[in-house]
């Protein structure tokens, strides 16, 4: 079955610091790839996503690249901001976006 | 985009009561899911629930334990029955609309 494995947190950087949170991923065939936000006292938003091979998902100076050859989806941001701490899941789901299937979830903790 | 909203945002239940859990979106939508998420664990989806049919159920969650409702296409309900301390969780509810799935801000379930 599909499942995605994401580096466990909580990960905590000072502000401008550079963030990668890594995430690798198992499925049968062509799954799409998503990474979710969830900032304290809020539900789940999507961040980004990206749905073949080599494509490059950004949002809000957030990036990440499906690498079909790795099964990976790694998240980065040049420059982080303590308006960036939040808890942010890496996801898949098959064709027919049905079924999502979340990793643990790594906490981000942005300090001054 | 999808607006979805939760009742209650959070609750405190004794051990062996139930509790329902609303979610309403504010268009039409087909398809509906509830998911757990646990403390310091990923998401899991516990059922999708269509309109005009019965609800399907993951591996591991029974109709017994957490029957759903779906009357309308912008309403649904989740129970939780006979609580126990193991359901202490944060329910989400969600749906899908034009490939993006939009999750409501969660129930936030405590059991004593």
């Known amino acids: 079955g599909n499942s995605v494995t994401q580096m466990e947190g909580p990960v905590t950087l000072s502000e401008e610091a550079f963030l990668t949170i890594n995430c690798t991923y198992t499925?049968?065939?062509?799954?799409?790839l998503f990474w979710y936000v969830q900032y304290p006292g809020e539900g789940l938003q999507l961040l980004l996503k990206a749905t073949k091979a080599d494509d490059k998902g950004s949002n809000k100076g957030f990036e990440a690249t499906y690498r079909k050859e790795t099964t990976s989806f790694h998240l980065e941001k040049g420059s982080v901001q303590v308006s960036d701490s939040a808890v942010y899941f890496c996801?898949?789901?098959?064709?027919?976006?049905?079924?999502?299937?979340f990793g643990i979830g790594t906490k981000l903790q942005v300090i001054p | 985009s999808a607006v979805i909203s939760q009742k209650p945002s959070r609750d405190i239940c004794q051990r062996g009561t139930s509790l329902t859990i609303q979610c309403q979106v504010d268009?039409?939508?087909?398809?509906m899911f509830w998911y757990r998420q646990q403390p310091g664990q990923s998401l899991t989806l516990i059922a999708t629930?269509?309109?005009?049919?019965?609800?399907?159920?993951e591996s591991g969650f029974v109709i017994d334990k957490f029957p759903i409702s779906r009357p309308n296409l912008t309403f649904s309900t989740l129970t939780v029955s006979n609580m126990s301390p193991e359901d202490s969780s944060i329910y989400l509810c969600s749906e899908i609309t034009g490939n993006e799935q939009f999750f409501g801000p969660g129930t936030r379930l405590t059991v004593l």
């Open positions: 268009s039409q939508v087909t398809m």
């Open positions: 996801a898949l789901s098959g064709r027919g976006y049905q079924k999502v299937t």
């Open positions: 629930a269509n309109q005009g049919s019965e609800a399907t159920y």
């Open positions: 499925a049968t065939g062509y799954p799409s």
